[in-house]
């Protein structure tokens, strides 16, 4: 059974940084896309950053997201959420989500897409 755990959301003032961490547990042969969502009470989920586990490759959701969050992994399992600058905005619950296929392979900031997700990790920035 994967499951997928999130850690290191937090309160912080708008302009400090978080790292969210995302562990993935149980079986994976190697080969995945995993990624971030975040969600704000009343609005849609929107995704954030995505990479898969054989590439150096990133994706984000548009240019502003780039400047600010980087997605990193140090192996199959583990996805990590750098976010610098924080903003106000940036308030919501963030989510990781896996599927075992490659980000290249797929529409990755489709949540349709992904197999796995975790319970979320808050985020609350204060201005």
């Known amino acids: 059974q994967v499951r997928l755990v999130e850690s290191g959301g937090g309160s912080v003032q708008a302009g400090g940084s978080l790292k969210l961490s995302c562990v993935h547990s149980?079986?994976?042969?190697?080969?995945?896309?995993m990624a971030w969502f975040r969600q704000v009470p009343g609005k849609m989920r929107e995704g954030v950053a995505a990479m898969s586990s054989t590439s150096t490759w990133t994706y984000y959701s548009d240019s502003s997201i780039k400047g600010r969050f980087r997605v990193s992994r140090d192996s199959a399992t583990t996805v990590y959420l750098q976010i610098s600058s924080l903003r106000p905005e940036d308030t919501a619950m963030y989510y990781c989500?896996?599927?075992?296929?490659?980000?290249?392979?797929?529409?990755?900031?489709?949540?349709?897409?992904?197999?796995?997700w975790g319970q979320g990790t808050q985020v609350t920035v204060s201005s």
């Open positions: 989500a896996a599927v075992d296929k490659l980000c290249a392979t797929i529409s990755p900031f489709d949540e349709n897409q992904y197999a796995y």
């Open positions: 149980g079986y994976t042969d190697g080969r995945n896309c």
